[in-house]
């Protein structure tokens, strides 16, 4: 299928918002039709290089791969080339008309206009609250859209770096001095994102659909490229304005920036922790941004300024009272209606109805519905058959108000339900009386929870889904399953699903069922693969009995799936024995501080699309590690010194997660503490960092790298849970207070505040550079502890090409 006027209404509206940004000043023409005569001479160019594979398969019968893919994107691009080209015919439309006219003559450059110090600050902060508070929203949503694995994630973090590291630059060099229409434009600009984003993913995406990397790292580019545009410019823009008086320097902008951020990520911490939804916040906090700006900069009447305000607390109300996520949830979820809709601290419940049956979904994928007999049979009967009289079974996440029926069908006592999300909970325990009286409902991470608990059970049944992102893959790692065998009876049976029931598995598949297999058979004498409608693996010290449907018939279990009637015995056994023949048993065990599983994971979602496999990684190098050729080598410390502390706060959440599992909540305090230490750093004048020359903070940045990995194994047993918490968030300070300093020094010098816009854009792109590289590849394919030390070799080159000059 070709996206015909999807590629066409994305094209012409990525014109639309690049003219607008002309037309109010942020560039001038010339940069505007540069910037288009590039994308007409790229989509030429692809276009052209696709026809002629395209050609030479057709005439001289070539045998290239992955033709089909190279049709599609020859006629893709064709489809940009056109569009482009109708701007470019449009644009020169007038030329010969105008031969003797007099050509365009540049908007003469605005003085900034002062402003007094209060004013400053306050729009330093509501830039960095606003700022910080679209993003936690905005990464949430399209967490929820995309699947959320980890390269999406370092996407994200990466494009809206990108972004606001381009506006940043573009900054520099405008002529727009207009305080006013600068945060005009930035109270209004996530109105565009939250757009595009809708709009694309109605476009693009089917209702569930997980896309594919390349995708959804160009829909999260097209998304938030408006907003982080603006957020960059205006940043830049107030710290010109400031550094007007010489007492307000650039790192005490960012200071001021910083902080609103924090105090940001506590607020939304709080009020997204089921107070608010999702889409609520974000209109309020665009609407507050707007009627900050209006009644600062645009209303000068007492009298109109108080209506004004009772009119925007008048709306503020409505947008609480009013059920307004409803309405965005129902265009993101099309096929059905949806009747509720509520965020928690975890993720999104969903309740909708299709012609007259219920649903409900988690996170935009569907968890359970009425008709999903052969899904639940299989969960619960394959693991529940090996074991003789089962008293108490364990089920972990997952869908327990199907389940439950199928477990009734044994003599259970107690069925423990362990699920970390309360709100999904309450939902899936509206059950019978009688079968209420054996569920125990524990609202606790499973690891923790299997750690701390002394209570042993006869069946564990493992209903996560498989681990596509770090945080799922902790729950199929030689760890978990160590735990897991220590709360089983001597004759008890684990079960879990690391994937779907494919019947042909390709290379990275099977790297990936291979890393779990091995993990099991550490820690169990028996695994056994079962090929269902998804990929099982049962576990148990006792000897596996694949005999399905004997085992249904002697047990007399009437069942609507699992029975003779659908499944064969024989076939089975042959399709397990053939699964067992094709595991590696060479590949690593996929472990906490090694979780490998998840690289494997990315890898297998990579394959399913191979023709997008090396335009998503060029795509990737292009607007992430490209950009360090363009920084300055008086910048360099601070692009690899960004790029470190981003990728450490990705470890270090890693980190509390792998110790104290409750990783949600506290978030947002290690982000805090990470956020206070930038703060700190760059905004105030601390005499102790004084008396330290700046080579030397760089060389104390590396060693506390080299210390933390050295040290990590040991940091990472500690079980005590406050001491962990302490020393996590004061590991994200100390890196954060010396890089907030070198952003300080850097900014001091006389030049500081013209060169502010570079160190930042420098400083944006080395983070984004620093998410991507650990969180896609770095953590899966090296371990955390071998990660960190590349931390400080990063730093290193900084130092070495930045600081170091030949002579």
């Known amino acids: 299928m070709y996206h015909v006027i999807s590629t066409g209404f994305t094209a012409i509206l990525l014109y639309l918002i690049s003219y607008f940004f002309y037309r109010i000043g942020y560039y001038s023409l010339q940069i505007h039709r540069k910037f288009w005569n590039l994308v007409l001479a790229l989509a030429f160019f692809l276009t052209a290089i696709a026809g002629v594979f395209i050609a030479l398969q057709i005439t001289y019968k070539w045998n290239i791969p992955y033709i089909k893919e190279i049709l599609r994107w020859h006629v893709e691009f064709g489809i940009g080339l056109a569009i482009t080209g109708i701007f470019h015919f449009i644009w020169h439309l007038g030329y010969y008309g105008k031969l003797f006219k007099t050509t365009e003559v540049n908007p003469e450059k605005q003085n900034p206009q002062k402003t007094d110090s209060f004013s400053i600050k306050m729009n330093l902060f509501i830039i960095g609250f606003v700022s910080s508070s679209v993003q936690l929203l905005m990464m949430k949503e399209i967490m929820n859209i995309s699947g959320g694995y980890e390269l999406i994630t370092g996407s994200f973090l990466g494009s809206w770096l990108t972004g606001s590291a381009l506006g940043a630059s573009i900054a520099s060099k405008s002529t727009l001095n207009d305080i006013r229409k600068i945060n005009l434009v930035f109270s209004l600009s996530p109105l565009v994102s939250l757009f595009l984003m809708l709009f694309l993913s109605r476009l693009f995406l089917s209702p569930g659909e997980t896309p594919s990397f390349l995708a959804a790292i160009i829909c999260t580019l097209i998304i938030l490229l408006p907003f982080c545009i603006v957020s960059g410019f205006t940043f830049i823009k107030l710290i010109r304005i400031a550094g007007m008086n010489n007492s307000f ?68 109300t409505l947008v ?25 601290p975890y993720g999104n419940i969903s309740k909708g109805k299709y012609k007259g049956e219920e649903s409900l979904y988690y996170d935009h994928r569907l968890l359970s519905y009425n008709d999903d007999a052969t899904e639940r049979e299989e969960d619960i009967h394959y693991a529940m058959l090996q074991t003789e009289s089962p008293e108490k079974v364990m089920i972990i996440s997952g869908s327990l108000l199907t389940r439950l029926p199928e477990i009734m069908k044994y003599p259970v006592n107690k069925i423990i339900y362990i699920e970390r999300d309360p709100s999904l909970a309450d939902y899936e325990t509206r059950i019978s009386d009688s079968a209420a009286e054996k569920v125990v409902i524990v609202n606790k991470d499973a690891l923790t929870y299997l750690r701390n608990s002394d209570e042993t059970v006869d069946a564990i049944i493992l209903l996560i889904p498989p ?10 790692t030689f760890e978990f399953f160590h735990e897991v065998r220590k709360k089983l009876k001597p004759d008890g049976v684990f079960i879990c699903s690391p994937g779907p029931g494919d019947n042909y598995m390709n290379k990275e598949s099977i790297n990936l069922y291979s890393s779990i297999y091995n993990s099991l058979t550490a820690n169990f004498k028996n695994v056994k693969p079962v090929l269902g409608n998804k990929l099982y693996f049962i576990a148990s010290d006792k000897t596996i009995s694949l005999s399905f449907c004997q085992l249904v018939e002697e047990r007399n279990i009437k069942n609507f799936y699992v029975n003779s009637d659908f499944l064969d015995d024989e076939r089975i056994v042959r399709k397990s024995e053939e699964i067992n023949g094709l595991i590696d048993r060479g590949i690593k065990q996929n472990r906490l501080v090694f979780p490998v599983a998840s690289f494997h994971s990315q890898a297998y979602e990579f394959s399913k699309s191979l023709g997008e496999k090396i335009p998503a990684l060029v795509l990737m190098f292009t607007i992430f590690a490209l950009p360090v050729i363009t920084i300055k080598r ?86 005590s849970s406050a001491l962990s918490v302490f020393l996590i968030v004061l590991s994200g300070f100390i890196p954060a207070l010396i890089t907030g300093r070198i952003f300080r020094e850097l900014t001091f010098m006389p030049e500081g505040v013209s060169d502010s816009p570079l160190v930042y854009s420098a400083d944006l792109a080395g983070s984004a550079f620093g998410f991507i590289v650990i969180t896609g590849f770095a953590v899966p394919l090296l371990g955390i502890q071998t990660s960190i030390f590349i931390l400080s070799v990063l730093i290193f080159s900084g130092m070495l090409f930045g600081t170091i000059r030949n002579k």
Do not use: H, W
């Not at 681990?467 to 199929?476: A, E, G, I, V, W």
């Open 634 to 719: 008086k910048n360099l410390l601070m692009y690899f010194s960004a790029s470190a502390l981003a990728g450490f706060e990705i470890i270090i959440l890693l980190s509390l997660q792998l110790m104290v599992g409750n990783m949600y909540q506290l978030t947002g305090l290690v982000v805090a503490g990470l956020m206070t230490g930038l703060s700190a750093g760059s905004g105030i004048n601390i005499r102790l960092l004084n008396t330290i020359s700046f080579r030397n903070k760089v060389i104390i940045l590396i060693l506390f790298y080299i210390i933390f990995g050295a040290t990590y194994n040991y940091i990472v047993l500690i079980k």
């Open 467 to 476: 681990p596509t992102t770090l945080l799922l893959d902790r729950y199929y």
């Open 320 to 344: 609480i009272i009013l059920n307004t996520d409803i309405f965005f949830r129902q265009i993101l979820l099309p096929a059905i209606r949806v009747t509720s809709t509520k965020d928690t």
């Open 249 to 316: 320097l650039p790192g005490k902008s960012f200071s001021i920036e910083t902080t609103g951020g924090i105090v940001s990520g506590v607020v939304i911490s709080v009020l997204a922790a089921g107070m608010l939804g999702t889409y609520k916040l974000l209109l309020l906090i665009i609407l507050m941004s707007a009627a900050y700006v209006a009644a600062t900069y645009f209303i000068q009447k007492p009298q109109v300024k108080i209506t004004f305000k009772y009119v925007i607390l008048l709306l503020c």
